[in-house]
């Protein structure tokens, strides 16, 4: 089985700011805008190189939103900025209205989603954002596993017309996935299609952000007690690579969904929607259960609610018995 | 340039469409739309320059009107198939099932000179501001224009984009609150008084001019070139439009009661005699 090994770690924000910094380069449409988190969101590098290109809005999301919307009649392609939580449900009529149900090409990118944005606690840590955004009509909804993957979807989304939400996270964490190369247009992030990482034959895990890495750790595990897992990287949640996930499940018959996130309304549910129209089968959803999330370091947060190579393993056990 | 006679026969044309249109699906928001009649005709056939007959959503070198106040559709629907957008027919339509006419107006159905859907309250001013600002970065010299309900300032998002547009100097734009003093459940002032607006947005930093006569076209044409002159210092410029929700129909004036409500035959036949055609109905 193909082994992933990683010799440096870095945010999934960084890889975000990275790719602003080089969309700031070479596409003069793009614009950024953000509520008062610069640092947080790295775009201090896209902000120094493109000054007038970029607009602070101060602790006012709705307000954001809508100028993102406006700006976009003018030809801009406007990114905005800010923690998941006042991505989505703060601004959810905003999104909606005036950038969905207006066509209009906004892409929203989202730091700091989940539970690994740590000791802020519940407040901060969404978990139903995936399911807000995956709901709107028209909305592309990608949620990316690390520093490389990050950059290149942040750079592909701006070829993409129509309105993004880029789902993002805090914690360092290993860069495995290959590096984006401007010169070769090598390793393009594709939106919509997911990427098989590891061959299998028992179990299908179909893994989104933070989870990928984790995943990964669960189908080496698996594979010292001689099961196989063939392993999804299913970044763009919508639209879903249904083609992908059901060759995969013909061969192996079962499925564990992973996310950091809330299994109600999550890639957990796409899939089974998938699942129950064109091949059912025995799923396990690893992820949040119904439930908010509290202080602690990010390590600590994803142990406590089985979000890890533990939990994988052990939901895949646990689907192979029910096939 | 129309003459002040034209401009007025415009506008009663505009009213006839708007009672006949809600009239027609027995919904729809007339008392907003007849308060707002002559501000919106002003705009499109004296004040803006805009190209009807090839409508691009991205409005390069031409002013740009943002309606916020999205249930007043009627009257922004008959204005702009009256200077050409779409055909005058398409008014037929209205509320009904497959049509580009929707209860609010959206982007969503392709119909030409909508730039932007809005019902949903207190977000036109932000998208105005983000249109504005895209004019600047394009070193687009035309100005952004928007109409909001008095009511509609009851929500929050609107205060973060009036402190915004003084903060960031957006003095490419003139906005326009249709002050009627009267929202579904009341006058403003039942329902949640709001002091002084005028107060409120000069305190948030921007330039301030009043219309008191928000019915009376000359009125209006003034008070625009007045805010027009205004532009390009610094400032985002606020017009207060007092109007009169229901204008134009004596029994639509001086009530609340017409916001939301489509007149019964026999009311609309009324209102039409009070209206006589004098561009031809749709």
Not at chain 1, 32 to 48: H, Q, R, T
Not at chain 2, 6 to 31: C, Y
């Amino acid at each position: 089985m193909k082994k992933y090994t990683y010799t440096e770690k870095k945010d999934t924000r960084s890889g975000f700011g990275t790719g602003l910094a080089h969309l700031g380069r070479t596409n003069p449409n793009v614009v950024a805008l953000c509520a008062d988190l610069i640092g947080s969101l790295k775009m201090d590098e896209f902000i120094k190189e493109n000054p007038e290109r970029f607009f602070q809005i101060g602790i006012a999301e709705a307000n954001m939103m809508g100028i993102a919307a406006g700006l976009t009649i003018g030809g801009k392609i406007p990114f905005t900025g800010t923690f998941a939580a006042f991505s989505t449900g703060r601004v959810y009529d905003q999104i909606r209205q005036s950038i969905a149900y207006s066509d209009k090409n906004v892409k929203i990118c989202a730091s700091h989603a989940g539970l690994t944005l740590g000791e802020d606690g519940a407040t901060h840590q969404i978990l139903e954002d995936l399911g807000l955004m995956k709901m709107i009509p028209g909305m592309t909804v990608i949620n990316t596993c690390d520093f490389n993957q990050t950059e290149a979807a942040t750079i592909a989304i701006a070829e993409h017309e129509g309105p993004v939400y880029l789902r993002f996270g805090r914690p360092v964490v290993p860069i495995f996935m290959p590096k984006f190369t401007d010169t070769e247009n090598e390793n393009k992030f594709v939106i919509g299609k997911g990427i098989q990482m590891t061959e299998g034959n028992d179990v299908t895990i179909v893994a989104t952000g933070h989870l990928v890495w984790e995943a990964l750790q669960a189908s080496e595990a698996l594979e010292k007690e001689g099961i196989t897992a063939e392993v999804i990287n299913i970044h763009t949640i919508k639209p879903l690579d249904e083609e992908l996930i059901l060759k995969s499940i013909a061969k192996t018959g079962c499925v564990v969904t992973a996310e950091e996130h809330n299994i109600i309304g999550g890639l957990g549910e796409s899939v089974a929607r998938t699942l129950a129209l064109n091949n059912p089968v025995p799923q396990e959803f690893v992820g949040t259960q119904d439930t908010f999330g509290e202080s602690g370091t990010p390590a600590q947060l994803m142990e406590k609610y089985n979000l890890n190579a533990a939990a994988i393993v052990a939901a895949s056990k646990k689907v192979i018995k029910r096939t | 340039m129309a003459s002040i006679q034209e401009l007025k026969d415009f506008t009663q044309q505009v009213r006839r469409d708007i009672l006949r249109m809600v009239h027609a699906v027995n919904s729809g928001h007339p008392g907003g739309s007849l308060g707002c009649a002559e501000y919106i005709t002003v705009l499109y056939q004296e004040i803006m320059k805009h190209n009807a007959e090839e409508f691009d959503m991205d409005g390069k070198d031409q002013d740009l009107f943002f309606l916020s106040n999205g249930h007043i559709s009627p009257v922004f629907y008959s204005v702009l198939s009256r200077s050409g957008y779409f055909p005058v027919s398409e008014l037929a339509t209205f509320r009904l099932l497959d049509s580009r006419l929707q209860g609010h107006p959206t982007t969503h159905e392709g119909l030409e000179g909508i730039r932007i859907a809005s019902g949903s309250l207190g977000q036109g001013m932000s998208v105005a501001l983000g249109a504005a600002q895209a004019k600047k970065l394009n070193g687009d010299t035309r100005l952004v224009y928007s109409l909001h309900g008095d009511g509609e300032l009851q929500e929050g998002q609107n205060w973060e984009a009036i402190m915004y547009a003084a903060a960031k100097k957006v003095d490419n734009y003139i906005a326009a609150v249709d002050v009627n003093l009267k929202q579904i459940d009341g006058t403003t002032d039942e329902v949640l008084p709001m002091g002084s607006i005028k107060a409120k947005f000069e305190a948030f930093g921007w330039e301030v001019l009043e219309v008191k006569e928000g019915n009376d076209i000359e009125a209006i044409i003034a008070g625009v070139k007045k805010a027009q002159s205004l532009t390009g210092n610094g400032k985002p410029v606020c017009i207060l439009l007092y109007t009169e929700m229901g204008n134009g129909v004596d029994f639509m004036m001086h009530t609340h009661a017409w916001h939301g409500k489509a007149p019964n035959d026999e009311q609309l036949e009324n209102a039409l005699s009070q209206n006589p055609a004098t561009l031809g109905d749709y």
